[in-house]
């Protein structure tokens, strides 16, 4: 199952991240590493793996994508392990709440390769096995990534999860023509972190001018005020525009502001 | 990981048959009886398992797929797991030295698909997890079904392997309805007259901030502004939202309000 001496060296290619979160079971760590090498993919990250890291199960399943699996970053936040990533693609069934872009994995594959060939950096993001991804961390992403599955028994083992986005991601590679990118670059694209700070800032504010109201729909407002933010993929610059467009508007806005430094 | 009580039933198709032959590892055979229910295909056919069957592991694994397991035919020669076939396509590596057609796992499925519309009985036919089929074996197929793999890494885990036919196989059976659009049609769109409106808001909240300077740059800053909002595509709630979010970061702004009426 390991390299056989006449094959060329593997493709190891550093982009896209595949990011698991919270992984319960070392073999379908192993089984992603080994199916992400298999397509090309060397770049795998951990979110809080609920076993000892490195964990020898893990190891045993790769089947010789070992190193992959050393290389594994491992983060305990889901925010710190798509900081620089400049496109967040969650695997997940069709959330209904959420207004954003839901691809394919076809679709999903040619807009990740069309990414990476523009210089960006995405990310694919997979929950664990039983739960999937957390609403909050859905909310994160810029799009949703999701399978044609049986209705009736739609819940895929972790590891094939993976296979088959790895695979529609060396289909892709392998096709001649990929779909533009809607970006021409103008303007590097913004990493999940200067987002995050971006919403930091709307939300201090919005805090200050009571738009959170009634307290329990304030996650629910939260996700919605970034859902269209997200969708339009900011560039740099234009997070830096929309941080100036929030000090404009409160300019000269009295009363509270000293009281919350 | 099993059917929730909302579901519907699942989809189970009789064709085509998928043949595991001297599979080693019990695990597999249920990880490939999972996967294969994820993309409504229900027929299972075993050649000489390596371990006895019915195989606990293989149980564990399939995680509700069981009845596929139980209904799984057991035969101990090649030649009778195909006998009932009309088409056999048999999954792996180019071979040198055969006159086969060889397709990808798309361009496979939508053969067999077609196959299965017409009429026949296809199987699909996976190898051993160390070894792949032996070319005695290959000989009987009418065509060869090969991956897109990284020439360096080139061996998939066998519930891989299933799965990235099974997924190429559900994408077929779905062509020409997969979701090409994002929006569960939640909100309507904007119209354009909506999305001037909250320009219009935006751009004179921001020139009481002052921030449209220096004046002759005042239109390229206002096509930058609108440049990310109109790619967001947004929705009606979503306009109404924003401009809720404009009045929150104004509110209590003072001095120049009243000059400007």
């Given at each position: 199952m390991t390299r056989a001496p006449h094959m060329p060296p593997p493709i190891e290619e550093k982009w896209p991240a595949v990011v698991l979160v919270r992984p319960q079971m070392g073999e379908n760590i192993g089984a992603a590493a080994r199916v992400l090498l298999n397509f090309g993919l060397a770049s795998l990250r951990?979110?809080?793996?609920?076993?000892?890291?490195?964990?020898?199960?893990?190891?045993?399943?790769?089947?010789?994508?070992?190193?992959?699996?050393?290389?594994?970053?491992?983060?305990?936040?889901?925010?710190?392990?798509?900081?620089?990533?400049?496109?967040?693609?969650?695997?997940t069934a069709r959330p209904r709440d959420m207004e954003k872009p839901v691809w394919g994995p076809r679709e999903a594959a040619g807009k990740i390769l069309a990414a990476v060939r523009a210089g960006e950096r995405p990310a694919v993001v997979f929950g664990p096995e039983a739960a999937g991804l957390e609403n909050e961390e859905i909310a994160r992403a810029d799009a949703i990534m999701t399978y044609p599955v049986n209705p009736g028994f739609p819940s895929l083992n972790l590891a094939n999860s993976v296979a088959v986005f790895a695979f529609?991601?060396?289909?892709?590679?392998?096709?001649?023509d990929v779909p533009a990118w809607f970006r021409?670059?103008?303007?590097?694209?913004a990493t999940q972190a200067e987002l995050e700070g971006l919403f930091a800032h709307l939300e201090r504010e919005l805090e200050r001018g009571r738009f959170f109201y009634p307290p329990d729909k304030t996650p629910l407002m939260k996700r919605n005020l970034r859902a269209p933010l997200l969708r339009a993929h900011l560039t740099q610059q234009e997070v830096?525009?929309?941080?100036?467009?929030?000090?404009?508007?409160?300019?000269g806005r009295g009363g509270r502001k000293k009281e919350e430094g």
């Open positions: 951990l979110v809080e793996p609920r076993d000892r890291w490195p964990n020898p199960k893990a190891a045993v399943v790769a089947a010789g994508a070992d190193q992959l699996l050393e290389n594994a970053r491992v983060e305990w936040r889901f925010e710190d392990a798509v900081a620089d990533a400049t496109l967040v693609v969650a695997a529609a991601y060396g289909e892709a590679r392998q096709e001649g021409d670059a103008l303007s590097p694209p830096q525009t929309l941080r100036g467009v929030i000090k404009a508007l409160t300019i």
